[in-house]
């Protein structure tokens, strides 16, 4: 068992007993969670040592329902975007889909991010999609402005260099489906409902007819979309064993340890090198788009990228004494 997963060992039975600490009080809505679905056992040092090491790195300005974060020390490279609107459910209104097109801007100035993850603060809430409340109040030329500035924000966010997890504990709809199809992973919790339903509302257009038949097939996407029925974890699950590709989900845990999961993949990544896995990120992205002829000439344009740096020969000395590499992205 790893240590990541052990944060989920005591922190309910903990924060019961002194649940007007601070930390505890910080993490009230993972901590609720967590006891609704009788999660027990999270190790109480390593949960403190987690919340504690985020630093924000960009200010409520654009937004206040996003908030951008960097951890600490050895997890310095991984990135945390938080969606937080639990009274719309984390519906994509416009003022959301501000932040979230300055968070991302921000990720691709930022040379020292290695890994990004999208989560919600919002238990049980991924995103509900676009906020149809807002929607009934815009014109159409404003809802056709708005609809592709929601696409060209997800396609940003699947164009960024570095690996992206979305972090699904809870329900995601339409628009909050589709920005988790714009990520290369997606770890969903039991306790998921996962539905593209821009089809049956009419609303949300925003990728999603194209990056769902690419991860999971033509038929099982125009079941799932011509239908708009909700497909849970399990389901999603069970996508990957029929159709042969870990296209809709990634990794399937228990309600509540999604985070934790995601966590734990993202730190695995970092410690790998930056420019290695940007380089791989790139070949494996567009040479999908080519044939095998140009996609290995794209592989090989991405490795001669590698072939000079300062992390190459890194890597190869630390397998030579035995010992772990120290990346620095040089």
Same mark, same amino acid.
């Given at each position: 068992m790893s240590a990541l997963t052990k944060l989920t060992k005591t922190l309910a039975h903990h924060c019961v007993k002194k649940s007007k600490t601070h930390w505890c009080k910080s993490s009230q809505p993972l901590l609720?969670? !967590?006891?609704?679905?009788n999660i027990v056992n999270i190790n109480t040092s390593q949960f403190h040592q987690y919340q504690s090491r985020r630093t924000l790195i960009l200010d409520?300005?654009?937004?206040?329902?996003v908030? !951008?974060?960097r951890l600490s020390d050895s997890d310095s490279g991984i990135i945390e975007v938080s969606l937080n609107r639990p009274a719309a459910k984390n519906a994509l209104g416009t003022d959301m889909l501000r932040g979230l097109k300055?968070?991302?801007?921000?990720?691709?100035?930022?040379s020292s991010a290695n890994v990004v993850m999208i989560r919600s603060s919002v238990p049980k809430v991924f995103c509900a999609g676009a906020d149809l409340k807002e929607r009934r109040q815009m014109s159409p030329s404003e809802i056709h402005f708005y609809v592709n500035t929601l696409r060209s924000t997800f396609s940003f966010l699947e164009a960024l260099p570095i690996p992206t997890i979305a972090v699904i504990d809870g329900a995601a709809l339409g628009g909050g489906l589709e920005m988790a199809l714009a990520c290369d992973l997606r770890i969903c919790g039991s306790c998921s409902d996962r539905s593209l339903s821009h089809v049956i509302l009419a609303s949300d257009r925003a990728g999603g007819t194209q990056r769902l038949?690419?991860?999971?097939?033509?038929s099982v996407a125009k079941d799932i979309i011509f239908t708009g029925r909700k497909v849970s974890g399990k389901d999603a699950m069970s996508l990957v064993k029929e159709c042969h590709t870990a296209g809709l989900v990634n990794y399937y845990v228990p309600a509540g340890q999604a985070q934790l999961k995601a966590l734990e993949i993202a730190q695995e990544i970092n410690q790998k090198g930056p420019i290695a896995i940007r380089m791989a990120k790139r070949a494996i992205t567009k040479g999908l788009e080519v044939d095998m002829a140009s996609a290995l000439e794209l592989e090989e344009e991405c490795y001669i990228e590698t072939l000079h740096t300062e992390d190459r020969l890194e890597g190869l000395a630390a397998f030579a004494e035995k010992r772990k590499p120290k990346y620095t992205g040089t």
């Amino acid at each position: 068992m790893s240590a990541l997963t052990k944060l989920t060992k005591t922190l309910a039975h903990h924060c019961v007993k002194k649940s007007k600490t601070h930390w505890c009080k910080s993490s009230q809505p993972l901590l609720n969670l !967590l006891i609704s679905e009788n999660i027990v056992n999270i190790n109480t040092s390593q949960f403190h040592q987690y919340q504690s090491r985020r630093t924000l790195i960009l200010d409520s300005a654009s937004s206040e329902s996003v908030q !951008l974060q960097r951890l600490s020390d050895s997890d310095s490279g991984i990135i945390e975007v938080s969606l937080n609107r639990p009274a719309a459910k984390n519906a994509l209104g416009t003022d959301m889909l501000r932040g979230l097109k300055h968070a991302f801007e921000t990720i691709s100035e930022d040379s020292s991010a290695n890994v990004v993850m999208i989560r919600s603060s919002v238990p049980k809430v991924f995103c509900a999609g676009a906020d149809l409340k807002e929607r009934r109040q815009m014109s159409p030329s404003e809802i056709h402005f708005y609809v592709n500035t929601l696409r060209s924000t997800f396609s940003f966010l699947e164009a960024l260099p570095i690996p992206t997890i979305a972090v699904i504990d809870g329900a995601a709809l339409g628009g909050g489906l589709e920005m988790a199809l714009a990520c290369d992973l997606r770890i969903c919790g039991s306790c998921s409902d996962r539905s593209l339903s821009h089809v049956i509302l009419a609303s949300d257009r925003a990728g999603g007819t194209q990056r769902l038949p690419r991860l999971v097939g033509k038929s099982v996407a125009k079941d799932i979309i011509f239908t708009g029925r909700k497909v849970s974890g399990k389901d999603a699950m069970s996508l990957v064993k029929e159709c042969h590709t870990a296209g809709l989900v990634n990794y399937y845990v228990p309600a509540g340890q999604a985070q934790l999961k995601a966590l734990e993949i993202a730190q695995e990544i970092n410690q790998k090198g930056p420019i290695a896995i940007r380089m791989a990120k790139r070949a494996i992205t567009k040479g999908l788009e080519v044939d095998m002829a140009s996609a290995l000439e794209l592989e090989e344009e991405c490795y001669i990228e590698t072939l000079h740096t300062e992390d190459r020969l890194e890597g190869l000395a630390a397998f030579a004494e035995k010992r772990k590499p120290k990346y620095t992205g040089t």
